[in-house]
């Protein structure tokens, strides 16, 4: 029996380092060849072992995730064109990226960026690996009501960065929120896939123990409630959170029974430290419940 389970947690583990090996290398050479390389498994078995883990074949997930990067560009970078686009996901041609486009998400990719509705294209995006993987992750716990220092963005979500640089400089200078010994979270107040880019707010929070004190940067006090919570941990960029973030409303919540409270769900990002990986980000999503 521990042989079989050393034998599994060994095979899972060459299977998600190509996983991982996708996610940041997606411009670069991803065929069977060197993705079965990366595996340490034959050519002639990759494939099957691959799909088996994944629940799609190799070059169709290689592609979804081209796509997806791809969609997001398209959304996010007003100087980005069609060509650009297709180029940077390994197509030969805008017109091969826009019938694979179309043909994943039932809209072309022109269409998309005038206006990008993410939530189908999540509901398209359905990778039985991650929702299997999501699944047996959920926990519930009961968090503790935790006292922040919170500054509020307010408008497109592609410069929340420029926020978090503004409360970060707030954090260097009050002192009253280390980023070593205290936590960072983060909450946002509406769907950025759904909400208009002016309308989107964002709290960036810091923990703190005592007042937060004057300043100049917009930093006000503010408190997220206690309460249960059930827990799923996002794994990469915090800018694939939403393949996470669905099918928990999608697929968990409904079976599991239980309902939600009326806060928005909050992020704890466990890699905050800027030599972290991006592939290894670790960030907790709490979905609030009653």
């Given at each position: 029996m521990q042989v079989h389970t050393d034998a599994t947690t060994t095979y899972t583990k060459r299977l998600n380092a190509v996983l991982a090996y996708i996610d940041v290398n997606l411009e670069g050479d991803l065929s069977v060849e060197a993705l079965s390389r990366i595996a340490n498994f034959s050519k002639f078995h990759f494939h099957r072992q691959f799909a088996a883990y994944v629940g799609v074949p190799v070059a169709r997930y290689v592609q979804l995730m081209r796509l997806r990067g791809a969609a997001r560009q398209l959304a996010s970078q007003a100087s980005c064109t069609v060509l650009d686009a297709a180029l940077d996901a390994g197509f030969d041609s805008p017109e091969s990226f826009s019938r694979a486009f179309k043909r994943a998400f039932g809209t072309t990719p022109s269409a998309f960026r005038r206006d990008p509705k993410w939530q189908i294209w999540s509901a398209t995006f359905v990778v039985p690996y991650l929702s299997r993987k999501l699944t047996m992750q959920v926990r519930i716990i009961d968090f503790s009501e935790t006292r922040v220092a919170a500054l509020e963005h307010c408008g497109p979500a592609g410069?929340?960065?420029?926020?978090?640089?503004?409360?970060?400089?707030?954090?260097?200078?009050?002192?009253?929120?280390?980023?070593?010994?205290?936590?960072?979270?983060?909450?946002?107040?509406?769907?950025?896939?759904?909400?208009?880019?002016?309308?989107?707010?964002?709290?960036?929070?810091?923990?703190?123990?005592?007042?937060?004190?004057?300043?100049?940067?917009?930093?006000?006090?503010?408190?997220?409630?206690?309460?249960?919570?059930?827990?799923?941990?996002?794994?990469?960029?915090?800018?694939?959170?939403?393949?996470?973030?669905?099918?928990?409303?999608?697929?968990?919540?409904?079976?599991?029974g239980q309902e939600l409270r009326d806060h928005p769900l909050f992020f704890h990002y466990l890699s905050v430290s800027q030599d972290t990986p991006q592939d290894q980000w670790q960030t907790d999503i709490y979905i609030p419940l009653v």
């Open positions: 410069l929340v960065n420029e926020s978090v640089r503004k409360f970060i400089d707030w954090r260097k200078q009050s002192g009253q929120s280390p980023l070593a010994s205290s936590r960072t979270f983060g909450i946002p107040h509406n769907n950025p896939d759904t909400t208009p880019a002016e309308a989107f707010r964002f709290d960036i929070c810091g923990e703190i123990d005592e007042p937060v004190a004057p300043n100049d940067y917009g930093v006000r006090a503010s408190v997220i409630p206690g309460g249960r919570c059930a827990v799923v941990r996002h794994t990469g960029s915090t800018d694939h959170v939403g393949e996470t973030i669905y099918p928990i409303y999608r697929d968990w919540l409904p079976a599991s």
